[in-house]
């Protein structure tokens, strides 16, 4: 597990299509000379020596979700608000399933997402519905994944040989919580009696796990 704490940057895929689609500049293209397009002597129709034949050549857009004439309005940039989310985590299938849901309806997925595609180990791609907003959608989504549990974190022995040691520590006392960061550094308050002093300690500790993720550990007495 790396000690980075889970994030994902996000790029939007409807600025990029924009970008593609911007108009070429001007290209000078003469008109087609019939002396040239004769060949062994076989007269070509003037209608296929028009100028705007040559001209009119179907613009094909590739998308995450496949090719698009550019002028189709099914293509995802014109459907939904759309973005790629790049990760410093493997997106596995169970993430997948947070993200979009799961084909029985256990996972409902977040909502606003209409389109989901996952296109590399640490690459998705979501369509988002006109009618969300997407600053929302993507901090549920973060919400959803950029969280360690209790068994990633304590999957690493050292990690888990610090936690048992200070376990031992502090057992003999009614009230303590503990902070392990995902990087296993690990902070924690004790405390005979449930005082306010005990319980602004522990408000700072969930304050330091929003701003650097782990979990926190506790007590039979909280």
């Known amino acids: 597990m790396s000690n980075k704490p889970k994030q994902i940057v996000w790029t939007s895929w409807n600025a990029k299509v924009e970008e593609l689609m911007a108009p070429p500049d001007e290209v000078f293209t003469p008109e087609p000379d019939p002396n040239d397009m004769l060949n062994n002597d076989i007269e070509i129709p003037p209608e296929l020596l028009s100028p705007e034949l040559f001209l009119q ?10 090719p698009y004439p550019e002028e189709s309005l099914m293509k995802p940039s014109d459907r939904w608000d759309c973005w790629l989310g790049y990760t410093n985590f493997s997106i596995t299938n169970e993430i997948e399933e947070e993200i979009g849901g799961d084909n029985e309806g256990i996972k409902e997925g977040v909502d606003g997402i209409e389109a989901l595609k996952v296109l590399g180990r640490y690459t998705f791609f979501i369509g988002v519905g006109k009618l969300f907003d997407i600053r929302e959608v993507r901090e549920n989504i973060e919400k959803k994944l950029c969280v360690y549990t209790e068994q990633e974190i304590l999957s690493n022995e050292e990690t888990q040989a610090t936690v048992n040691l200070v376990k031992d520590q502090l057992k003999t ?44 550990l506790r007590g039979n007495d909280g």
């Open 57 to 66: 050549q179907q613009r094909v857009l590739y998308t995450p979700m496949g």
């Open 173 to 216: 006392k009614k009230y303590w919580s503990m902070l392990v960061s995902p990087g296993g550094d690990v902070d924690y308050i004790v405390s005979d009696k449930l005082d306010r002093i005990y319980l602004e300690g522990l408000s700072g500790l969930l304050e330091r796990k929003q701003n650097i993720g782990g979990i926190i």
